[in-house]
Nanobody, 115 residues
Framework: EVQLVESGGGLVQSGGSLRLSCAAS????????MTWVRQAPGQGLEWVSA????????YYIDSVKGRITISRDTAKNTLYLQMNSLQPSATAVYYC????????WGQGTQVTVSS
């Protein structure tokens, strides 16, 4: 059974940092592209960043380039999203998603950035 469990969200002041984690089970991260998607209050889903299966490509939405880093630990089968210089506009629920077709989603972790 595929499971994705996000953690690491919380309340942080503007300018602060958070590292989100996505612990994967039932498959290995090296087999699938993995994506972070967020949903701000009252808004639709927004693609944020992705990590290719073979680790050859990392992708970021333009609005967060330079302030976030996606990474993975294959030994722990865990995906990460390091977010720095956070702004209130980053407030959202963050989900990790498996595969090109967004086959499986975690439950999400709430990130709230206060001004």
């Amino acid at each position: 059974e595929v499971q994705l469990v996000e953690s690491g969200g919380g309340l942080v002041q503007s300018g602060g940092s958070l590292r989100l984690s996505c612990a994967a089970s039932g498959f290995t991260l090296t087999q699938y592209i993995m994506t972070w998607v967020r949903q701000a209050p009252g808004q639709g889903l927004e693609w944020v960043s992705a990590f290719s299966a073979d680790a050859s490509d990392l992708y970021y939405i333009d609005s967060v380039k330079g302030r976030i880093t996606i990474s993975r630990d294959t030994a722990k089968n865990t995906l990460y999203l390091q977010m720095n210089s956070l702004q209130p506009s980053a407030t959202a629920v963050y989900y990790c998603v498996r595969g090109w077709k967004y086959d499986d989603w975690g439950q999400g972790t709430q990130v709230t950035v206060s001004s």
